[in-house]
């Protein structure tokens, strides 16, 4: 800041916590169809902390510089799952991603998730992201009473699914899918994970439904290994080995 | 501070009053293709795709072998590829061995290399009418390949002249 200077004599304090301070530039994919059909990129320079994160960044945009960006997060600690985005050029959480670690010396680009439909700035209609998930069923399905007491399961047949109940829904996987972007019928990464959260369980009974549903024309099959699923999932899920892990039990299954 | 891109479009000047958006007004969205919904087909509950992901596995180990050992033959080994006249091909389907090597090599590789397509096609063309006629050509095109081929190995006359 300019006033860094003046401030100097009387604010040491302050003074030290600002040299902290670097600038940086944000270009952020704008959209607002309220004022424009064509989407734009636009550049917000700010001085902040480098190991703030770009959630921080983006905070301080819209509350200092800019009302009307628009973006989703609820927790802001990797939780929720709403706030995934395109953040040069990957998908991530923007609030697990410190801006030291983005190469703050040139422009960091911002942009809405790609394959779902941008609403404005960095906000996508998640209905058919959340439509495949409602389609693997994504509940407990048992017969017969419930038992008085919990259902009990052995420490190695919960470890069997113990990484895909990891899943926080942020779509990053699914909209990182090249097959997804093309085509939305595809089921994506991340009903998969949750599928295989329950195929797996011992403790649930409808694993036959669930690969049969993944078994058809826009399941499984529909994966071509390209692995950025697996890079994208800011919780570290190996989602391309959960599919290929549903794959090989419809296989087993069959023969 | 800020410094803006001015992303007028180049046809901002000459922009129709009609084409203002207001809140009222907005701007149409751009919905991905085949978005999934609601009225999303439910399983067929075929194994088509299954027999489909394994066959590409299973056909692409055998045709390393049959393509690798077909080039070998007709490129390198003996001479190179002067050799190969009618009269070299003629004495390589006199044998029953290779007639069923560049049989089970025609047809794995025309099925291998269709279902490779197939899947290209349903990857990338997003209306269903472009699918619909892709693959119309393209099993025609794999039809006739295989159907001459099996036919010219099978018929094959070494006295036509
Ligand atoms: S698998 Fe990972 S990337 Fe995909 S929705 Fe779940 S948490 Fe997000
Ligand atoms: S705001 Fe909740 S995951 Fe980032």
Same mark, same amino acid.
């Given at each position: 800041?300019?006033?860094?200077?003046?401030?100097?004599?009387?604010?040491?304090?302050?003074?030290?916590?600002?040299?902290?301070? @670097? $600038?940086?530039?944000?270009?952020?994919? &704008?959209?607002?169809?309220?004022?424009? +059909? /064509?989407?734009?990129?636009? =550049?917000?320079?700010?001085?902040?902390?480098?190991?703030?994160?770009?959630?921080?960044?983006?905070?301080?945009?819209?509350?200092?510089?800019?009302g009307?960006?628009?973006?989703?997060?609820?927790?802001?600690?990797?939780?929720?799952?709403?706030?995934?985005?395109?953040i040069n050029?990957?998908?991530?959480?923007?609030?697990?991603?410190?801006?030291?670690?983005l190469?703050?010396?040139?422009?960091?680009?911002?942009?809405?998730?790609?394959?779902?439909?941008?609403?404005?700035?960095?906000?996508?209609?998640?209905?058919?992201?959340?439509?495949?998930?409602?389609?693997?069923?994504?509940?407990? @399905? $048992?017969?017969?009473n419930?038992?008085? &007491?919990?259902?009990?399961?052995?420490? +190695? /047949?919960?470890?069997?699914? =113990?990484?895909?109940?990891?899943?926080?829904?942020?779509?990053?996987?699914?909209?990182?899918?090249?097959?997804?972007?093309?085509?939305?019928?595809?089921?994506?990464?991340?009903?998969?994970?949750?599928?295989?959260?329950?195929?797996?369980?011992?403790?649930?009974?409808?694993?036959?439904?669930?690969l049969?549903?993944?078994?058809?024309?826009?399941?499984?099959?529909?994966?071509?290994?390209?692995?950025?699923?697996?890079?994208?999932?800011?919780?570290?899920?190996?989602?391309?080995?959960?599919?290929?892990?549903?794959?090989?039990?419809?296989?087993?299954?069959?023969? | 501070?800020?410094?803006?891109?001015?992303t007028?479009?180049?046809?901002?000047?000459?922009?129709?009053?009609?084409?203002?958006?207001?809140?009222?007004?907005?701007?149409?969205?751009?919905?991905p293709?085949?978005?999934?919904?609601?009225?999303?087909?439910?399983?067929?509950?075929?194994?088509?795709?299954?027999?489909?992901?394994?066959?590409?596995?299973?056909?692409?180990?055998?045709?390393v072998?049959?393509?690798?050992?077909?080039?070998?033959i007709?490129?390198?080994?003996?001479?190179?590829?002067?050799k190969?006249?009618?009269?070299?091909?003629?004495?390589?389907?006199?044998?029953?061995?290779?007639?069923?090597?560049?049989?089970?090599?025609?047809?794995?590789?025309?099925?291998?290399?269709?279902?490779?397509?197939?899947?290209?096609?349903?990857?990338?063309?997003?209306?269903?009418?472009?699918?619909?006629?892709?693959?119309?050509?393209?099993?025609?095109?794999?039809?006739?390949?295989?159907?001459?081929?099996?036919?010219?190995?099978?018929?094959?006359?070494?006295?036509?002249?």
């Amino acid at each position: 800041m300019s006033t860094a200077t003046v401030e100097k004599p009387e604010a040491g304090a302050a003074d030290s916590a600002a040299s902290h301070k @670097i $600038t940086v530039t944000f270009r952020i994919r &704008r959209f607002n169809p309220e004022i424009s +059909a /064509d989407a734009s990129w636009q =550049d917000f320079v700010i001085d902040i902390d480098p190991k703030e994160r770009v959630l921080d960044a983006l905070h301080q945009i819209k509350w200092e510089e800019d009302g009307t960006l628009t973006f989703r997060r609820s927790c802001a600690h990797g939780i929720c799952g709403s706030d995934a985005m395109r953040i040069n050029g990957r998908n991530r959480l923007a609030c697990k991603t410190l801006i030291k670690d983005l190469n703050p010396a040139k422009p960091i680009t911002v942009e809405a998730i790609k394959g779902l439909t941008v609403l404005k700035d960095l906000i996508v209609d998640m209905e058919p992201f959340f439509q495949a998930y409602r389609d693997v069923m994504p509940f407990l @399905i $048992t017969s017969g009473n419930e038992p008085t &007491r919990e259902r009990r399961q052995s420490a +190695a /047949d919960r470890e069997r699914f =113990d990484d895909t109940t990891k899943c926080i829904l942020c779509a990053a996987c699914t909209s990182s899918c090249p097959v997804f972007w093309n085509d939305g019928q595809y089921f994506g990464p991340a009903a998969i994970v949750n599928a295989h959260r329950f195929i797996f369980d011992s403790r649930d009974e409808a694993g036959e439904q669930r690969l049969e549903i993944l078994n058809d024309k826009d399941g499984v099959w529909r994966c071509r290994t390209t692995f950025n699923c697996t890079d994208a999932c800011p919780r570290g899920i190996e989602v391309t080995k959960a599919i290929a892990e549903v794959k090989q039990a419809l296989i087993t299954r069959r023969f | 501070m800020t410094t803006e891109n001015t992303t007028t479009p180049a046809s901002g000047t000459t922009a129709v009053e009609g084409e203002r958006y207001s809140p009222e007004n907005p701007a149409p969205v751009i919905e991905p293709p085949r978005a999934r919904t609601t009225r999303t087909p439910r399983s067929t509950r075929t194994n088509f795709e299954l027999y489909g992901w394994l066959f590409m596995r299973l056909s692409g180990i055998l045709l390393v072998f049959l393509v690798i050992g077909h080039l070998l033959i007709q490129l390198v080994l003996d001479g190179g590829v002067s050799k190969v006249s009618f009269a070299f091909v003629a004495g390589r389907w006199a044998s029953p061995f290779w007639m069923a090597w560049d049989l089970i090599m025609l047809w794995l590789a025309m099925l291998h290399g269709a279902n490779g397509m197939r899947t290209i096609i349903n990857d990338y063309a997003q209306r269903d009418n472009t699918r619909f006629w892709l693959k119309v050509l393209l099993y025609t095109a794999t039809t006739f390949t295989i159907l001459l081929g099996t036919l010219v190995i099978f018929t094959f006359d070494p006295n036509i002249r």
